[in-house]
């Protein structure tokens, strides 16, 4: 079960967290991405956060999004910075299938997303 | 990175019928594709990855083929809760990993 929040209205070069509170299963021990659809759009990959604490990030995101977790809370979270009205979006957390050592890049786990609007 | 289209966009299908919805990779990534169930206010749903593997739960009407740039989505008889948007994405080559555009499914 994964419950996102953190989204709302936020004006253009400002920030916001969002998290994703997981229940059932332990953010550290899975492969967990973010991946955002914005209006009238398709879904989009923003980042992944391995359970070694490895990130990546999409070319668009790279320098102004950060994931990162806190295992004690069990909360999965992304950091926005210098947001830009193109990344008004509803964003989901998703947990990776792998039970593994290695990522499969598919996702059997996901929110129900939290709407994140950038807009003067 | 790879690109994914899907056609059509808008696939209009009765209930009891057959619905076979495609996704082409701009370049091969093997077996490396799932495929995902949209339904507004839910998160998506897996339902095919390896292109033909079934995620568990799925029901046996859907069906995924294909490899190297081509491949089917296929819904033998279709239900009422099978109308929904569907999502092909491919992890051959990460990251990024890459979504296709999406077909609907509606009610003809």
């Known amino acids: 079960h994964l419950v996102e929040s953190g989204g709302g209205l936020v004006r253009p070069g400002g920030s916001l967290r969002l998290s994703c509170a997981a229940s059932?299963?332990?953010?550290?021990?899975?492969?967990m991405s973010w991946v955002r659809q914005a209006p009238g759009k398709g879904l989009e990959w923003v980042s992944v956060?391995?359970?070694?604490?490895?990130?990546y990030y999409a070319e668009s995101m790279k320098g102004r999004f950060t994931i990162s977790r806190d295992e004690s809370k069990n909360i999965l979270y992304l950091q926005m910075t210098f947001l830009r009205p193109e990344d008004t979006a509803v964003y989901y957390c998703?947990?990776?299938?792998?039970?593994?050592?290695?990522?499969?890049?598919?996702?059997?786990?996901w929110g129900r997303g939290t709407l994140v609007t950038v807009s003067s | 990175e790879i690109v994914l289209t899907q056609s059509p966009a808008t696939l209009s299908v009765s209930p009891g019928e057959r619905a076979t919805l495609s996704c082409r990779a701009s370049q091969s990534i093997s077996s490396k594709l799932a495929w995902y169930q949209y339904k507004p206010g839910q998160g998506p749903r897996l339902l095919i990855y390896g292109s033909s593997t079934r995620a568990t739960g799925i029901p046996a009407r859907f069906s995924g083929s294909g490899s190297g740039t081509d491949f089917t989505l296929t819904i033998s008889s279709l239900q009422s809760e099978d109308f929904a948007i569907y999502y092909c994405q491919q992890y051959n080559d990460w990251p990024p990993i890459t979504f296709g555009p999406g077909t609907k499914v509606e009610v003809k």
């Open positions: 956060l391995f359970t070694g604490g490895k990130t």
């Open positions: 998703a947990r990776d299938l792998s039970g593994s050592h290695y990522p499969y890049w598919y996702f059997d786990l």
């Open positions: 059932g299963l332990s953010v550290g021990y899975h492969y």
